[in-house]
């Protein structure tokens, strides 16, 4: 475990000095660097350390609220199925938090209007 937190530090590093390429947009897909995280924080995958993640609130061409994505379909009100190019995957809504778009590699997708609106319900739900 302490061998990933190291390696992840190293990407980081890597992250910080990436420079901004592209404007982002909500209800977009994106492979984004999550990292190593602590306790259930969910993690990136692979050397990248990446995952999905969906743009939930663009703030400015810096910064933007999102949330990873899962492959996992669980029956759980934190997990919202959505249709990600014609795979059926999960947000999770639990995992909303505030990235900086350095983090964000390739572009996936989008996802439709429909889910969108579906996940702003739930998050509301889940705050208030």
Excluded at 93 to 106: A, G, H, M, P, V
Aim: charged share 30%; hydrophobic share 40%; aromatic share 12%.
């Amino acid at each position: 475990m302490f061998k990933k937190f190291i390696d992840w530090i190293h990407v980081k590093i890597n992250i910080n000095e990436k420079e901004r390429s592209s404007q982002i947009k909500e209800m977009e897909v994106y492979w984004c660097a999550l990292g190593e995280n602590v306790g259930d924080e969910e993690n990136g995958k692979g050397n990248d350390f990446c995952r999905p993640v969906l743009v939930f609130k663009k703030f400015n061409n810096n910064i933007f609220w999102g949330m990873p994505m899962s492959t996992k379909n669980k029956d759980n009100p934190y997990y919202i199925k959505v249709t990600l190019k014609d795979v059926r995957q999960s947000v999770i809504i639990s995992q909303l938090r505030l990235f900086d778009t350095r983090r964000l590699d390739k572009k996936i997708g989008y996802i439709s209007r429909e889910d969108f609106v579906a996940i702003k319900d739930s998050v509301i739900n889940l705050i208030i």
